[in-house]
């Protein structure tokens, strides 16, 4: 399993950035609430529809989300990037998180609740108007930017999201497992 963080600053364009904020910000009274007091209060999980399911992983061709077509077009991307560093690997997961103001994720190693580990993470910046919420791993940061793509060996670097401090952060975020379990 490779080791990597993949750090690419103008992946997606601004305005294309806005379409996933402004899903998120139409589907707010459907958001799934995911956090607690230790992160400094909940994150909210907005989930893609696929077919009326929810969109847990494979190739993305069953979601429908008519204007948006940019999401299919983007997962497909990102995980040819990721597929770039290890092929052995599905999409397990992906999902827009609005992080209100307060809250962070301390540091911690993903772990899969699948039965094959966490390979990759990816996280897209949607948004940048608002202060901290930096990804942060044990020698650097990154401060985000609209648009930049961030994809790391979530299992293997010890990784946290800085505070909240003023605004909202908006990700997509995309995590990637193997495809056979270890031996």
């Not at 940048?128 to 930017?145: A, L, M, N, R, V």
């Not at 979530?154 to 908006?170: A, P, T, W």
Request: net charge negative; aromatic share 14%.
């Amino acid at each position: 399993m490779k080791k990597i963080i993949y750090i690419e600053e103008e992946f997606l364009a601004p305005q294309l950035c806005q379409k996933f904020v402004d899903f998120a910000l139409s589907k707010k009274d459907e958001e799934l609430p995911y956090g607690n007091e230790e992160r400094g209060g909940d994150t909210y999980i907005t989930n893609i529809d696929c077919g009326g399911n929810l969109y847990q992983g494979g190739t993305p061709d069953c979601i429908e989300l008519d204007d948006y077509k940019i999401f299919k077009d983007v997962t497909n991307s990102i995980t040819d990037i990721c597929k770039g560093f290890d092929n052995n690997i599905r999409l397990d997961y992906s999902t827009i998180i609005r992080w209100p103001l307060g809250t962070f994720m301390k540091p911690h190693y993903d772990n899969s609740y699948q039965d094959n580990p966490d390979v990759f993470a990816s996280i897209l910046y949607l948004n940048d108007d608002f202060s901290g919420g930096h990804t942060c791993f044990e020698e650097f940061e990154i401060k985000p930017k609209t648009g930049k793509l961030v994809i790391f060996s979530n299992s293997q670097y010890l990784h946290h999201v800085s505070k909240i401090e003023g605004g909202q952060r908006f990700v997509l975020s995309l995590w990637y497992s193997g495809l056979t379990p270890p031996p």
